[in-house]
């Protein structure tokens, strides 16, 4: 996942400083984009780690009715 995130804040770079001078609005959809990867990593990586707690909630739960 890491390696995904990653390419996707090097391409919007990338197309950022390959805009043309003129292009502040592809400049702005791309800034955009770009700072948008963190947030999204951050929440999908909060939402896996809440399902791998419930998960071992969910176990234990289990145990205790064995």
């Known amino acids: 996942m890491k390696e995904a ?4 804040k090097t391409r919007y770079r990338e197309e950022i400083f390959n805009t043309s ?7 702005q959809v ?3 984009a770009y700072n948008m990867v963190e947030k999204i ?3 999908l990586e909060s939402v896996m780690n809440e399902g791998k707690l419930a998960s071992k909630e969910l176990d234990q739960l289990q145990n205790l009715t064995k």
């Not at 995130?5 to 996707?8: P, Q, S």
């Not at 001078?21 to 400049?27: A, E, G, K, L, T």
């Open 5 to 8: 995130f990653d390419y996707l």
């Open 30 to 32: 791309l800034w955009m």
């Open 21 to 27: 001078y003129n292009d502040h609005d592809q400049r």
């Open 41 to 43: 990593k951050g929440h």
